[in-house]
C-alpha cells in the first residue's frame, strides 16, 4: 500500500488529497490559488470550520478539509432541473449520500410534484406565493425552522426574525446537535456560553489538554496550533479511546522541512486512553489526586482565585472526597498511576488550555463532564489569563453565529423587545419552542407539520434517522435552502420547495457577509466566484422573498434589507443592545482587517452568574448510563459481548456530505461501512480483521432493537471494551431518545452494541 499507517498525518498526504479533489471536480488550477484568499481579510471565510484564522499570515491560511468543503462548493457541476427530470426521488433514495452531493449546486427552485415523483422548476415568486399558501393553512407552533450552522448572520438575524413574526419559537439549530451541552455548563459556571480564549493564548499556554476531539482530521488548522506549541515546548496532551495519529504523527502542510522529508513529528506527548464516556470519571479523579496533594502540603490550586472569584469549594470538596478510587479507575478505564500523570502535568502547568469537541458532547453526562472540566481550571485560576482558557471548538463555520443572532428555541426578552422596536408594529412570539430533539420526535409522532430548514441535512444529521425522514415525508410543508441536493430534500411534504443559495465563494451583489468563528471573532466574507447560474439567490434574499410574501412589508422592509447586507447589520446592532457586547459600531468595525472581537466578561474574571461569582460545581459519577441499561437486560453470561460503539467522522466528509470513502489516518479505503474494535476483543469476541459483521444495537429503555448490516471489522488503536463506525452511516444506531441531560443532544457516542456474522 502507498498509504502506509506510517505516513504522518497533515504533511504531504493532506496537500495532495486537497489538490485531488479540486481536480475532481473539474475545477483549473487557477482557481485553485483562490483558495488563498479563504480566511484573509479580503477574502471569504472558510466554510470548513470554525477554528479562526491567524490574522495577517501568509500563505494557505486553510487547510485540507477548509480546502475540500471550498472545491465541493466551488464545482462547475450543476443539480439543474435537467437532472431533477432524469430522476425521480425514488430512484434517488438509493443514491449514496457521497452521489447526491457530488451531482452538483443547486441552481434552479424546484417544487415536489408528487404525480411525477420528482423535483420540477418553480419561479421564485411562484415558490414564495407556494410557501406563505401553505404557511398560512398550518398552526405556526407545528412548523419548525432549523438552521445549520453556514449560514451568515444576516441570513441567520432575518431567519428567526421570520420565524417568530410568523409565530414560531421552534428553532431548532445544528447546535442542539453539536455543542449545546458546552454552552450551558458554560453559562451556568461562567455566565458565558462561549469559550474564553483567544488564538494567541494558544501561543502563550504551556500545556495545552485536547479532550474528546480529533484535530488531524476535523479542525486541521487547530492541529497546525498544536504542532507549533509542541515544538516552542509546551506539553500538549489527548484524552481520548483512540490514539489518533495526528497526536503521534503530524507533518504541518506549512511546514517546509516535513513537507520535502514527510516526515511528521509526535505532537501530544500523552494521550490517555480514557473509556468512552469516562471522562467525567478522568476528570475527577484528576481533582481527587489535586485535593491529595494540596492536603499533603503541595500547592497545587489557586487559592486567590478560589477565594476572589469562586463559590462553591466546600461541595465540591465533599464530593470528590466521597468518590472512591475505584469507581473513578472503573468508569474511565485508567489506572490511578494514568491519572495521576495526567494531574502532574496539569498541575506543574502555568497556563493551561483546555479544549473539547463531541466526545464530550454526544453523551447522556456530557454537561456534568464539561463542567467537571471547567472545575479544573477554576481550581487552579486557569480562565481570564494569558495561556489559559476554556475552548469549546465549533464545528460549523458559523454556528456560534447562529446563535448570537437568536437561531435558538429560547432568547432574552430583550432581544425580543430590541426587535420589535426597531421594527415598528412588528409583534414577534414569546414561545419558548422546540428544539431539534423535539422537532425530530414531533416528526416520527405526526405532531410537527412544517419544517424550514436554512442549510444542513436534517433527516440524517438527528438521531434514528430513518423514523425521522419517514416523519418528514408525512408532513405538509417542507422547504429548503440549500446549495446541494441532500437525503433530507428527498423526503418533501405535501408541498416541498428546494430553493438554490449562494455559498461563501460566490459573488453576491448585496455585498460581503458576515460571520462568528468559535473565538468570538467577527468578521467579513466576500465571495469570489461568478454563480453557476443567474436564478440562485443569496440566503437573506431567498429569507426576505418569504418574509415578504407571508407577512408582507409594512413592518419589515424584507427587500429594502436584503438589497444590502449592510442595512441588515444596522438592524442587528440596534437588536443587540443590551444583549450581547460588541456589535456597537457593526458595519465600520467589519472593516478592520481581522474584523473584531465580541468581548467575553469571563475573561476578564467577571462572572455574570445568579452569585456574581464562577460556580464550582459537584458532579456525581454516572449511575446508570445507556450501556449499564441496555446490558442489565441481558443474561449475566451475554455481557461480555457488549461494546459501547461511538460514531465518528474521517478527513473525507464533513458531516453528512461525504466526500470520498477514504480515512489515511485509520488505514481505511475505498469504504465507510467499518467497524473498529481492539484487537483483543476482537480476538476475545471471535472475529478476524476483514470479517463482515451485522451490528447489533441494543435497546436502550425503547424496547427497539437496530441494525446495520454487512459491516466490516477493522483493528484500532482503541480502549477496551469501545468501538466505532462512521456518522452518518451508523446513525440509525442512535436512539431518538438519547440524550445529554439538560442538553438534549443525541448521545452519539455511547451505543451499546454486540456483532454478529454478517446475516448474508
Ligand atoms: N473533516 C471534517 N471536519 C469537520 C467535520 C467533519 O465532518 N469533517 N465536522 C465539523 C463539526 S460540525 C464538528 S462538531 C467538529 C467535530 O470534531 P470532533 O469532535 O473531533 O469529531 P468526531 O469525529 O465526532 O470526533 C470525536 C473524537 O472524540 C473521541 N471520542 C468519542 N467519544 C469519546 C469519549 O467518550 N471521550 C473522549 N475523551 N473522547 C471521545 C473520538 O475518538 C474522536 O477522536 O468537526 C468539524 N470539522
Ligand atoms: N451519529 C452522529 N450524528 C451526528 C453527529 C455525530 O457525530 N454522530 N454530529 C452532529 C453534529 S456535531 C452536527 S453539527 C450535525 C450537522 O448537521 P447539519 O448541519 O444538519 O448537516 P450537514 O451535513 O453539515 O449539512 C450539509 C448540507 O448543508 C447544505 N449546505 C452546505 N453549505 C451550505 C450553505 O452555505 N448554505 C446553505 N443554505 N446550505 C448549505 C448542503 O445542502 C449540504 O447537503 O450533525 C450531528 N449528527
Ligand atoms: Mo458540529
Avoid at 460566490?506 to 462568528?516: F, H, M, T
Avoid at 437588536?575 to 456597537?584: K, L, N, Y
Wanted: aromatic fraction near 6%.
Amino acid at each position: 500500500m502507498s498509504h502506509g499507517s506510517d505516513q504522518p498525518a497533515g504533511g504531504r498526504g493532506a496537500v495532495k488529497a486537497a489538490l485531488d479533489a479540486f481536480s475532481e471536480q473539474g475545477i483549473p488550477l487557477k482557481v485553485v490559488r483562490s483558495f488563498l484568499k479563504a480566511n484573509k481579510p479580503e477574502g471569504f471565510d472558510c466554510p470548513g470550520c470554525a477554528f479562526p484564522d491567524r490574522p495577517g499570515a501568509f500563505g494557505p491560511d486553510s487547510c485540507e478539509q477548509g480546502q475540500k468543503a471550498i472545491a465541493w462548493e466551488m464545482t462547475p457541476k450543476k443539480a439543474d432541473a435537467a437532472f431533477f427530470a432524469q430522476h425521480t426521488l425514488t430512484e434517488l433514495r438509493t443514491w449514496s449520500n457521497r452521489d447526491l452531493e457530488a451531482a452538483g449546486r443547486l441552481t434552479e427552485p424546484l417544487r415536489f410534484d408528487a404525480a411525477q415523483d420528482r423535483y420540477v422548476p418553480i419561479g421564485w415568486g411562484e415558490a414564495f406565493a407556494l410557501a406563505a399558501e401553505a404557511m398560512r393553512a398550518l398552526a405556526p407552533e407545528r412548523v419548525s425552522f432549523y438552521a445549520s450552522g453556514r449560514s451568515s448572520n444576516e441570513a441567520a438575524f432575518l431567519w428567526q426574525l421570520l420565524a417568530r413574526a410568523y409565530g414560531s419559537g421552534n428553532l431548532p439549530d445544528s447546535s442542539n446537535l453539536c455543542h449545546e451541552p458546552s454552552g450551558l455548563a458554560l453559562k451556568q459556571q461562567i455566565g458565558v456560553g462561549k469559550g474564553t480564549a483567544q488564538l494567541d493564548d494558544f501561543e502563550a499556554a504551556d500545556c495545552i489538554l485536547v479532550v474528546g476531539q480529533n484535530p488531524a482530521t476535523n479542525h486541521p488548522r487547530l492541529m497546525g496550533t498544536l504542532h507549533a506549541a509542541s515544538k516552542r515546548g509546551a506539553t500538549v496532551l489527548a484524552l481520548n479511546p483512540i490514539v489518533e495519529r495526528g497526536f503521534v504523527n503530524f507533518a504541518d502542510p506549512k511546514d517546509l522541512g516535513e513537507m520535502l522529508t514527510n516526515t511528521g513529528r509526535r505532537v501530544a506527548k500523552r494521550v490517555v486512553p480514557v473509556k468512552i464516556g469516562g471522562d467525567l470519571a478522568a476528570l475527577k479523579g484528576v481533582a481527587k489526586q489535586w485535593f491529595e496533594w494540596e492536603f499533603q502540603g503541595r500547592s497545587v490550586f489557586d487559592l486567590d482565585f478560589i477565594h476572589t472569584h469562586t463559590q462553591g469549594f466546600d461541595a465540591l470538596a465533599a464530593d470528590v472526597k466521597a468518590t472512591p478510587w475505584d469507581a473513578i479507575e472503573g468508569q474511565s478505564g485508567l489506572p490511578r498511576a494514568a491519572i495521576a500523570e495526567l494531574a502532574e502535568e496539569l498541575a506543574r502547568a502555568k497556563a493551561t488550555l483546555i479544549t473539547w469537541c463531541m466526545g464530550l458532547t454526544h453523551h447522556e453526562h456530557a454537561v456534568a463532564t464539561i463542567q467537571m472540566l471547567v472545575n479544573l481550571q477554576l481550581l487552579r485560576g486557569q480562565i481570564g489569563r494569558p495561556g489559559t482558557g476554556v475552548v469549546p471548538v465549533r464545528g460549523h463555520s458559523n454556528v456560534q453565529g447562529d446563535r448570537t443572532m437568536g437561531c435558538t428555541t429560547s432568547v432574552s426578552e430583550r432581544w425580543l423587545a430590541n426587535q420589535e422596536d426597531a421594527f415598528p408594529g412588528l409583534r414577534l412570539t414569546r414561545a419558548v419552542g422546540l428544539d431539534a430533539t423535539a422537532t425530530a420526535q414531533g416528526l416520527v409522532d405526526g405532531s410537527v407539520h412544517g419544517l424550514l430548514s436554512l442549510g444542513g441535512n436534517f433527516g440524517v444529521a438527528g438521531a434514528d434517522a430513518p423514523r425521522v425522514l419517514q416523519g418528514l415525508s408525512g408532513t405538509a410543508f417542507t422547504l429548503h435552502i440549500a446549495t446541494k441536493p441532500n437525503r433530507t430534500h428527498l423526503h418533501p411534504g405535501r408541498t416541498g420547495l428546494l430553493l438554490p443559495c449562494l455559498s461563501r465563494t460566490d459573488l453576491d451583489p448585496a455585498g460581503p457577509i458576515s460571520v462568528e468563528d468559535s473565538m468570538s471573532m467577527v468578521h467579513a466574507s466576500r465571495g469570489i466566484q461568478a454563480p453557476l447560474s443567474p436564478l440562485m439567490r443569496s440566503e437573506p434574499a431567498i429569507v426576505a422573498g418569504l418574509g415578504a410574501a407571508l407577512l408582507g412589508e409594512a413592518s419589515v422592509r424584507w427587500h429594502w434589507l436584503a438589497e444590502d447586507h449592510a442595512r441588515i447589520r444596522d438592524a442587528i446592532e440596534r437588536c443587540q443592545r443590551g444583549v450581547f457586547d460588541g456589535f456597537d459600531g457593526y458595519n465600520a468595525k467589519l472593516q478592520q482587517p481581522g474584523g473584531f472581537w465580541l468581548p467575553n466578561a469571563a475573561a476578564r474574571r467577571e462572572w455574570r452568574t445568579a452569585s456574581g461569582k464562577a460556580q464550582l460545581v459537584p458532579q456525581a459519577l454516572p449511575a446508570q448510563g445507556a450501556v449499564a441499561r441496555a446490558c442489565a437486560q441481558l443474561p449475566q453470561g451475554e455481557r461480555a459481548q457488549v461494546l459501547t460503539l461511538m460514531t465518528v467522522r474521517s478527513h473525507d466528509q464533513f458531516n453528512t456530505t461525504v466526500y470520498g470513502q477514504d480515512d489515511r489516518y485509520r488505514n481505511v479505503f475505498g469504504t465507510r461501512t467499518v467497524v473498529f474494535v481492539n484487537e483483543d476483543d476482537g480476538r476475545r469476541l471471535g472475529l478476524v480483521e476483514g470479517q463482515r459483521v451485522d451490528v447489533e444495537g441494543l435497546p436502550i429503555d425503547d424496547g427497539q432493537t437496530r441494525w446495520l448490516r454487512g459491516f466490516e471489522v477493522r483493528w484500532l488503536a482503541i480502549a477496551p471494551g469501545c468501538a466505532a463506525a462512521y456518522f452518518p452511516e451508523a446513525t440509525p444506531l442512535v436512539p431518538l431518545g438519547l440524550v445529554a441531560q439538560g442538553a438534549r443532544t443525541p448521545a452519539a457516542k455511547a451505543l451499546p452494541i454486540r456483532l454478529h456474522a454478517a446475516s448474508e
